[in-house]
Structure formats: C-alpha cells, structure tokens
C-alpha cells in the first residue's frame, strides 16, 4: 500500500476514534440518567429503553473499537 492510501487509513481511524469517544461519552451520559431514575421508573418500558440503548451504544463501540483493530493490521504490513 502506498503512502497516500497509509496516511488515508491514518486519518481514518482517527475520525473513527472521535467517533467512538462522542457515542461513549453518551453513553455513559444514559447510563447515569437511567442509574438517576427511581426504581420504578428504571422498570418501566422507558427505564428498560434507556438500559437498551446504554447496551446498544457500548455495541458500537466495541464495532468501532474492531474496525479501529483492523485498520491497524493493514497498516502494520
């Protein structure tokens, strides 16, 4: 792979990066909203969407955290 495509790749993972750090950020904002919410609330449908979407965020996360892995590889060879 040449330099341009290296550095492309380069760049990338720290768009990627970013990414990853603003979906963590809100997740860890959802995750202290739903810790917040009353007992009750917390097993409402609401509470239960809330502790789904803390779940789902930190999927991407671990998604983007492997694509990050990945990009890495190609620019070790």
């Known amino acids: 792979m040449n ?3 290296r550095e492309r790749i380069a760049a990338a993972i720290n768009l990627i ?3 990853k750090e603003q979906i963590t950020n809100i997740m860890d904002e959802e995750s202290e909203a739903f ?3 009353p007992e009750a609330i ?3 449908q609401r509470g ?3 502790d789904q ?3 789902d965020l930190d ?3 671990e998604t983007l955290e492997s694509a990050v892995d990945q990009l890495n590889e ?3 060879r």
């Open 53 to 55: 979407n803390v779940s």
């Open 42 to 44: 917390q097993e409402s």
């Open 35 to 37: 810790d917040n919410l």
């Open 59 to 61: 999927e991407v996360c």
């Open 17 to 19: 990066e970013d990414i």
């Open 3 to 5: 330099r341009n495509r």
């Open 74 to 76: 190609i620019l070790e």
């Open 48 to 50: 239960e969407d809330m």
